[in-house]
């Protein structure tokens, strides 16, 4: 992929969420609030913590962290559903109806909430122990294993036999060559994060739906290019090391 592919993916989001902003906006309110909410409960309660050293309440900090937690976890499985939902119509095979209900994808089929949670527990892994070395190693590899649950959902709805250790081992392999191109667009968002900032959140309403549909592009491109049978990966940032 190159410049004007990014460029493409990008144009071609932008467009689609404008031409449907009110869908994309109830199909992605559900975790944006529920990701607001938590981190709100996460920093006060961080306060309270700092203020009381534990005490005289620590127990009941200690809960508000855990219940802050849960609210961004929660808000985390309700963004894979609507990232899910906008792979799915992008490829053509999902309509624009019922967006709250479609933002519950994660727990249409068992196997891709039990997918979920065990590719995510194994890229944390994986990424610490990367981390261990040095940072930079770390940061990377989260870009090799970011594409994993959604070829695992892939592979169930096919009927294929794919664990969650061989999604993420066929997700580094298809991002050889593409992890920079990832990076380098999630970068050119960095301005329309700043706006979400200042407006208080309010333009992440368009921004977080554009940048997911725009990422859901790219790995709808990158499945059709590494499926075509004289498909050729490049290998600039190959890298083929042992560990996953």
């Known amino acids: ?55 005289n309440g620590g127990t009941t900090v200690s809960g508000f962290f855990s219940f802050g937690w849960l609210l961004i976890i929660a808000g985390s499985m309700m963004r894979a559903g609507t990232r899910l939902t906008m792979i799915d119509i992008d490829r053509g095979t999902a309509k624009l109806d019922n967006p709250i209900q479609r933002s519950f994808k994660l727990f249409d089929n068992g196997r891709y909430f039990l997918g979920w949670i065990f ?7 994986f990424t610490l122990l990367w981390s261990l070395l040095l940072i930079v190693p770390g940061f990377i590899k989260s870009y090799s294993y970011s594409q994993a649950f959604f070829l695992y959902r892939d592979a169930v709805d096919k009927g294929e036999e794919l664990s969650p250790l061989q999604a993420i081992t066929k997700s580094r392999h298809m991002m050889d060559g593409n992890k920079a191109f990832l990076f380098i667009m999630d ?11 200042i407006t208080f959140g309010l333009a992440g309403l368009f921004v977080q739906p554009y940048y997911d549909m725009a990422r859901a592009k790219f790995f709808t491109q990158l499945v059709v290019r590494h499926d075509e049978p004289q498909a050729t990966v490049g290998g600039d940032d190959h890298d083929d090391d042992g560990m996953a």
């Open 1 to 55: 992929m190159d410049s004007q592919d990014r460029i493409n993916f990008k144009l071609g989001a932008k467009s689609q969420i404008l031409d449907h902003i009110g869908f994309y906006i109830l199909l992605s309110i559900l975790w944006i609030a529920l990701n607001w909410i938590g981190g709100m409960v996460y920093e006060r309660s961080a306060n309270v913590f700092t203020q009381t050293l534990w005490s």
């Open 119 to 125: 590719i995510g527990i194994l890229i944390t892994i």
């Open 187 to 197: 970068l050119s968002f960095i301005g329309w994060f700043l706006l979400g900032m």
